[in-house]
């Protein structure tokens, strides 16, 4: 029954993360990805869209978060949302809350702990919140990435799916990647973990860093 696939999914899914892990990828994001990505929608009416699709609890989504909120500082015109989405509900739970150890929420910018945290306090001292105007930009949803039709939005300008595909067989790979291609924007980007490659499966990207592909605009 429903009950106890979930329990099983729980139980066998890898959730190892953290925030800012990988922090190449945050970087080349926030230098040189965001600004171009910010042209193509200044004027219009649409939000930049990321989606982080193998959410876990949440540390892939608010580090996202965090660059987004930090780059649209200096842009209050910048309208964003992130997709946050997993196949484990125990993470999407904990994705939700946005609640974490202290000691865990190691930042590359010290001054971000206090920006887009605040502090437990009573029985929830020693844990700090995503701030809640950084936590509406985000929404969590439960998905299978092979399941039929995604509950987010097509033409997202940032996918991060990373550390996921290195748990699938070549032809598990190909087809995702040729579905996650068909919900990235023309010139979209999409993040694969730097252990992962997309060498000897067929794809529609172009590849622009170690492990960072564009779709063709």
């Known amino acids: 029954g429903g009950e106890e696939v ?15 892990r990988e922090p190449a990828h945050f970087d080349l994001l926030a230098r040189d990805i965001l600004p171009r990505l910010a042209e193509g929608v200044q004027g219009s009416l649409r939000p930049l869209r990321v989606w982080t699709a193998a959410a876990s609890a949440g540390e892939e989504a608010y580090s996202l978060a965090i660059v987004l909120g930090e780059f649209a500082r200096t842009r209050p015109w910048l309208s964003w949302h992130i997709a ?3 196949i484990s509900q125990r993470m999407l739970v904990r994705c939700r809350q946005g609640i974490y150890e202290e000691e865990k929420v190691v930042l590359p910018v010290p001054a971000w702990r206090e920006r887009w ?3 437990g306090i009573g029985e929830r001292e020693g844990y700090l919140r995503v701030k809640a105007e950084l936590r509406r930009h985000v929404a969590v949803h439960w998905v299978n990435l092979f399941q039929e039709g995604y509950p987010v939005a097509a033409g997202q300008d940032v996918i991060f799916c990373r550390n996921v595909m290195i748990y699938f067989d070549a032809p598990s790979r190909e087809l995702l990647v040729d579905r996650l291609t068909g919900m990235l924007a023309p010139g979209g980007h999409l993040f694969v973990g ?3 490659s997309l060498i000897g499966i067929r794809h529609r990207l ?6 960072v592909y564009a779709r063709r605009a």
């Open 6 to 20: 979930d329990s099983l999914i729980d139980r066998i899914s890898t959730n190892h993360t953290h925030f800012f």
């Open 84 to 86: 946050a989405s997993d």
């Open 117 to 119: 945290f605040q502090r």
């Open 194 to 196: 730097h252990s992962e």
């Open 206 to 211: 172009v590849a622009v860093s170690p492990s």
